[in-house]
């Protein structure tokens, strides 16, 4: 099983500053990584896919990078609809066994 | 845009069989993969499995001995069943659509809460 870690647990930041969480691979999953943001009571919702490809809604504030087993999302000056959890999940198996990183939980500082 | 929502019993008894529903709406269940998703209280996500329009199923080894997911095209709905529930199958879950293709990102329903207890 691909396992997913996500770093840090938490992240503090205010308004305005900037944001990068992480997410490792145990092994390659090359380009195959997906990125959701899940407030509190909601579904998560699909915000990056193929690790740098923003999903419908999402504004270019919100950017993703890596390949192999290193991957990052960056917001480039958050706003308060932004804090959220955040969770990274591979799609690279075949057949698919889908697997999630444990969350990144960005909160105002 | 494709919607989905899942529905079933929110209470179930342990070593009974979880049932739920995911139906479709703004497009067909034939054109896309389907997947189940879990979330224990609390806790990080877990897939279930996948079905297809075809009813070619994949399941989370983890899980494989319980599954059991069923597509039923005349409803435009799928399915899921989970056998000898637990406690520790308490957790919100969630049908969602691959974004693309069979191997893909995930667009997620509402999710439902189903509590294993007596």
């Known amino acids: 099983e691909i396992v997913m870690t996500q770093s840090p647990a938490t992240l503090s930041a205010s308004p305005g500053e900037g944001a990068t969480l992480s997410c490792r691979a145990s092994?390659?999953?090359?380009?195959?990584v997906a990125w959701y943001q899940q407030k509190p009571g909601q579904a998560p919702r699909l915000l990056m896919y193929?690790?740098?490809t923003r999903a419908t809604g999402f504004p270019a504030r919100f950017s993703g990078s890596g390949s192999g087993t290193e991957f990052t999302l960056t917001i480039s000056s958050l706003q308060s609809e932004d804090f959220a959890v955040y969770f990274c999940?591979?799609?690279?198996?075949?057949?698919?066994?889908?697997?999630f990183g444990q969350g990144t939980k960005l909160e105002i500082k | 845009q494709v919607q989905l929502q899942e529905s079933g019993p929110g209470l179930v008894n342990p070593s009974e069989t979880l049932s739920l529903t995911c139906s479709v709406s703004?497009?067909?269940?034939?054109?896309?993969?389907w997947s189940w998703i879990r979330q224990p209280p609390g806790k990080g996500l877990e897939w279930i499995g996948y079905?297809?329009?075809?009813?070619?199923?994949n399941y989370n080894p983890s899980l494989e001995s319980r599954v059991t997911m069923s597509i039923d095209t005349s409803k435009n709905q799928f399915s899921l069943k989970l056998t000898s529930v637990t406690a520790a199958d308490t957790a919100v879950y969630y049908c969602?659509?691959?974004?693309?293709?069979?191997?893909?990102?995930?667009?997620w329903g509402k999710g439902t809460t189903v509590t294993v207890s007596s």
């Open positions: 193929n690790t740098s």
């Open positions: 999940q591979q799609y690279y198996n075949w057949p698919p066994k889908y697997t």
């Open positions: 703004g497009g067909s269940v034939s054109s896309y993969f």
């Open positions: 092994q390659t999953v090359s380009s195959n």
């Open positions: 969602a659509r691959h974004r693309a293709g069979p191997n893909d990102s995930l667009v």
């Open positions: 079905i297809i329009y075809s009813g070619t199923t």
